[in-house]
């Protein structure tokens, strides 16, 4: 028995012994299989000397898209000395989320301070993430958001490196921030303006991936200001409504282009409102109707862009076009008579002209839910908005095409 209860203390000696050497083999097998990849990651050229660090930043609200020291800051990472980087500590949700990759200078005071005058120089990459789905990133720290690429390429990702694409080469038709503007380049300004939202609005509308569409609403007017485009945000609102109703954002959207908030739109009648004219009499609106076309021009006897216009572009039309059916209503935003009826004269603005007088209180464009000039709107035989906003030669254009 005791031989017996030897041999038996030996076996379990052993058995013990090789367990214990095979313990930190168990211990790393089942790190190897547990350890996941971090959610983000990658590599950043630096210039030398250089340690940035990136911060995450997730908006909160369709208005915090992109938006200037806004969005919550979820997590940080030190770009090493080699370039690398990685989130450890962020975990991502399981449905996809849209992010702000941000690169920072140390020492840094706002993690979620936006550099968006140039996009050759934006310090940020709106991205999407969800988990499961870890992200790597690569990208030059000089010129972030131009140079990043992401791996893997998911739709939504792809459709964003699109986006950014569309933009950088729209940005050559936009006014330069440090450019000066005066009243004579006011106009060019705002067709360079608007040739710079046209491909951002034309993506919005096409894309399957409504983060990339939500992205190109925000950088249409990083000001949250769609006075000229209200046709484009009430169409993102319709689209996005119908795919994703349930989604905040797409209330947050729909809430800004609620009936109401924008201005008149194409496709809409214009308002039947009764205008003091300038000699006197008092008229609705529908009774000055051309018939073929009529072009409602707001503008002011101080507004240097709309003189220009006036005898530029206005005159000669009228001139031309006035019995081929085309109606022109001017509306002025003066509180002077004497400076509203000189700018008539002397401008050869011999169409009918209208003012209630009151300077910037003007029930007209209170009816009409504008607050900027110079506008117009083009309206049909029955006062039907068919374009707004045409100036220069795109006016010219329109007008001969649809009376002609």
């Known amino acids: 028995?005791?031989?017996?209860?030897?041999?038996?203390?030996?076996?379990?000696?052993?058995?013990?012994?090789?367990?214990?050497?095979?313990?930190?083999?168990?211990?790393?097998?089942?790190?190897?299989q547990t350890q996941t990849p971090p959610a983000l990651?990658?590599?950043?050229?630096?210039?030398?000397?250089?340690?940035?660090?990136?911060?995450?930043?997730?908006?909160?609200?369709?208005?915090?898209?992109?938006?200037?020291?806004?969005?919550?800051?979820?997590?940080?990472?030190?770009?090493?000395?080699?370039?690398s980087f990685a989130f450890n500590r962020f975990e991502p949700p399981a449905a996809p989320v849209l992010l702000e990759l941000v690169i920072q200078p140390v020492?840094?005071?706002?993690?979620?301070?936006?550099?968006?005058?140039?996009?050759?120089?934006?310090?940020?990459?709106?991205?999407?993430?969800?988990?499961?789905?870890?992200?790597?990133?690569?990208?030059?720290?000089?010129?972030f958001q131009a140079t990043a690429m992401t791996e893997p390429f998911s739709a939504d990702n792809q459709a964003l490196r699109q986006l950014r694409d569309i933009r950088r080469q729209a940005f050559g038709h936009s006014p330069a921030a440090d450019e000066h503007v005066d009243e004579g380049t006011l106009m060019e300004q705002a067709t360079r303006l608007a040739q710079f939202r046209a491909p951002l609005m034309a993506f919005a509308d096409t894309t399957a991936s409504m983060w990339a569409a939500l992205v190109a609403v925000r950088w249409v007017s990083p000001e949250n200001d769609y006075e000229r485009v209200p046709e484009f945000l009430s169409g993102q609102c319709i689209r996005w409504r119908e795919r994703y109703p349930e989604h905040p954002f797409t209330a947050?959207?729909?809430?800004?282009?609620?009936?109401?908030?924008?201005?008149?739109?194409?496709?809409?009648?214009?308002?039947?409102?009764?205008?003091?004219?300038?000699?006197?009499?008092?008229?609705?609106?529908?009774?000055?109707?051309?018939?073929?076309?009529?072009?409602?021009?707001?503008?002011?006897?101080?507004c240097a862009?709309?003189?220009?216009e006036n005898r530029e572009v206005l005159a000669p039309l009228?001139?031309?076009?006035?019995?081929?059916?085309?109606?022109?209503?001017?509306?002025?935003?003066?509180?002077?008579?004497e400076a509203w009826q000189a700018a008539i004269r002397k401008d050869g603005a011999?169409?009918?002209?209208?003012?209630?007088?009151?300077?910037?209180?003007?029930p007209f464009l209170e009816a009409l839910r504008v607050t900027t000039i110079p506008a117009n709107f083009l309206l049909d035989a029955d006062g039907k908005i068919v374009a707004r906003n045409l100036h220069g030669q795109a006016l010219k254009d329109f007008v001969r095409v649809f009376v002609q």
């Open 1 to 32: 028995m005791p031989h017996f209860c030897g041999k038996i203390t030996a076996m379990r000696v052993f058995r013990y012994a090789t367990l214990f050497l095979m313990m930190p083999l168990l211990f790393s097998a089942s790190r190897c």
């Open 41 to 83: 990651s990658g590599h950043i050229s630096l210039r030398p000397g250089r340690r940035p660090v990136l911060y995450l930043v997730q908006p909160r609200s369709f208005e915090e898209i992109a938006s200037n020291y806004a969005g919550l800051v979820v997590d940080s990472a030190v770009v090493q000395a080699d370039g």
């Open 252 to 302: 947050q959207l729909c809430r800004r282009a609620a009936p109401g908030k924008l201005p008149v739109m194409i496709g809409d009648t214009i308002p039947d409102v009764p205008l003091p004219m300038s000699d006197g009499d008092t008229l609705r609106l529908h009774t000055l109707l051309g018939a073929r076309l009529t072009l409602i021009d707001l503008w002011a006897s101080w």
């Open 305 to 308: 862009p709309c003189r220009r």
């Open 318 to 337: 009228w001139a031309e076009y006035r019995d081929a059916g085309l109606a022109i209503v001017g509306y002025a935003l003066d509180s002077s008579p």
């Open 350 to 362: 011999s169409w009918a002209q209208a003012s209630h007088l009151g300077g910037d209180e003007s």
């Open 107 to 143: 020492p840094g005071r706002f993690p979620n301070k936006l550099i968006d005058d140039d996009p050759e120089k934006s310090n940020y990459l709106p991205l999407v993430v969800q988990k499961g789905m870890p992200l790597r990133v690569k990208a030059e720290a000089e010129h």
